[in-house]
């Protein structure tokens, strides 16, 4: 097998492993926001959604964004051209370095969080802000803890340690979920009745601190066993370090373009007629559109990055070229189908995991219509976590930077337009992201495609109009069990909910994977072979 077969042939099994890891995350994640959700109701969850909306910022922008990124470039090419002990020290250097630094933001954080949240979220009740500043200065520490995080994250996977870091995450939702649950019971009596209370909110906020400090330690045995031993060490004075910083500011820019619009959402969304609630139906609807994009969007990212940065020593060469366009046929061909599934039955997803307690019908329905919007933007989305990092291995880091500013120019244009001049609602708002996204997306591929004299468009066109098959039969199962099997969905009890849609995205799936692969679409085969592995099949 040559060379470049065994680099791809990898690529799809530790995506596989990525993937199924970052499942169980996902999925506690979803339990987190159902609890929120559902002990709290909309309005109080869109204020603890507005709270950790800059900590989660940075934490998107540093576990999966500008730090790791930055830092996996170098240091996968320094671990190549002079071994791991230099690799090593540079990964101390950073952490050190990290440490310091972010914990004065989260210092800066706590202290100007009277400011900050009123910033973001200027159309809400002062009584609102009041508590969402409370519920932020608590969870500002965070910052410290993700940016460790991120370094960690980064060495191992650099080093190959793919499954560990990817699970860390549910161990940060589980921190969350168990933390919360429990102080909220010890720090409010009303929680255990059932009553809403500010106090139950401070023990989920608690919760979040929790979760950072597990999702940090679960990774430390395995940075262990790989070779890596800590000491503080701040010579920032390294080239290597350097390198890393000069590589981090155009690609933090770069990669704040869909977290700026989320900022701007919030500001946006405070206005709209739902207010709180508005915060928490778009929260809601993004977290679903999340479950995929981390399933397989970020899961191909992180697979893809220590390759390309190998691969980039040697210059623009076809395996460079190969891998890239293999990245983006692979996002491509496990989030369609799940955009496609998410837009037909978002409803009917919603109601079974948010409707529950204070999460009522009328909840359900205005966070569909977002859910929509944000289904579309999430091929996008996807796509772009695996292009936008390659410009930085080929030392083209403002590329991605400059677009995204325009995105977020245009994006916060729109939404203007939306609520203040047409006075529509927050879906709007969903609407606008999605479409810088595929604005974002369009223009890095076409600048890719230029830097590295072709991207295989041809091969990418000829699997999507399989793709396409795959997607038009799906969408008939979907849209036939919709009108027949789940025509009485306001009549059906919980248990019959879930089994309808479990039935109707079970059948969906197996139509998509059944005509891909009838179309010798190379990903399913792989895909498929993937999954009989990990359940035993030969």
Not at 299 to 315: I, K
Not at 411 to 416: F, I, Q, R, W
Not at 438 to 452: I, V
Request: aromatic share 10%; with cysteine; proline share 3%.
């Amino acid at each position: 097998m040559s060379d470049e077969k065994k680099d791809t042939a990898s690529q799809a099994r530790s995506t596989g492993v990525v993937s199924i890891a970052i499942l169980c995350s996902r999925v506690l994640g979803l339990v987190r926001d159902q609890m929120l959700n559902g002990f709290f109701g909309a309005a109080f969850t869109g204020i603890f959604t507005a709270a950790f909306r800059t900590p989660n910022m940075l934490r998107d922008l540093f576990a999966e964004g500008a730090l790791s990124t930055a830092f996996v470039t170098t240091f996968s090419k320094k671990m190549k051209t002079e071994g791991d002990d230099a690799a090593w020290v540079l990964g101390r250097k950073m952490i050190s370095l990290s440490m310091w630094f972010m914990t004065l933001v989260a210092i800066a954080g706590v202290a100007l969080a009277p400011i900050l949240f009123r910033i973001l979220t200027p159309g809400l009740s002062e009584e609102a802000k009041v508590l969402g500043t409370w519920l932020a200065q608590i969870m500002y520490p965070f910052i410290a803890l993700v940016s460790v995080t991120a370094l960690v994250m980064g060495m191992l996977n650099s080093k190959k340690v793919f499954f560990i870091p990817a699970v860390a995450s549910a161990f940060f939702n589980l921190g969350c979920i168990l933390g919360g649950v429990i102080l909220a019971w010890l720090i409010d009596p009303g929680f255990r009745h059932g009553q809403v209370s500010e106090k139950g909110l401070t023990g989920f906020a608690i919760g979040t601190l929790i979760g950072g400090v597990l999702q940090l330690a679960v990774q430390l045995p395995s940075l262990h066993r790989v070779g890596f031993r800590f000491r503080f060490d701040f010579g920032c004075k390294d080239p290597a370090v350097k390198e890393v910083l000069h590589l981090m500011w155009p690609s933090m820019l770069a990669a704040s373009g869909t977290q700026v619009a989320v900022l701007l959402n919030s500001i946006f969304a405070s206005f709209t007629e739902g207010r709180e609630s508005s915060l928490a139906w778009l929260a809601n609807a993004q977290r679903l559109q999340q479950l995929p994009l981390g399933l397989f969007g970020v899961a191909v990212a992180t697979v893809t990055l220590p390759m390309l940065s190998r691969l980039a020593t040697e210059g623009m060469t076809p395996a460079f070229r190969g891998a890239l366009a293999k990245g983006l046929r692979l996002v491509l061909f496990l989030t369609l189908p799940c955009a496609v599934g998410l837009s037909l039955l978002a409803r009917e997803i919603i109601s079974v995991i948010f409707e529950h307690g204070k999460f009522t019908a009328y909840d359900v329905a205005n966070t569909a219509a977002p859910l929509q919007a944000y289904a579309f933007g999430l091929i996008f989305y996807a796509a772009i976590k695996v292009l936008q990092p390659a410009f930085y291995t080929i030392n083209r880091r403002f590329i991605p930077m400059m677009v995204s500013l325009g995105v977020i120019v245009f994006t916060a244009g729109v939404n203007s337009i939306t609520v203040f001049v047409l006075k529509w609602d927050h879906t709007a708002l969903a609407w606008a992201t999605a479409t810088g996204l595929a604005l974002n997306f369009f223009t890095l591929y076409l600048c890719m495609r230029r830097f590295a004299s072709g991207l295989e468009t041809r091969f990418l066109l000829r699997s999507l109009l399989r793709l396409a098959a795959g997607i038009a039969v799906m969408s008939v199962v979907c849209l036939s069990a919709k009108y027949t099997l789940m025509a009485d969905w306001a009549q059906f009890s919980l248990i019959a909910r879930c089994a309808a849609l479990g039935v109707t995205i079970s059948a969906a799936a197996a139509a998509y994977f059944a005509v891909t692969k009838a179309l010798k679409v190379e990903e399913s085969g792989e895909f498929l072979s993937i999954l009989g592995r990990r359940f035993g099949k030969r």
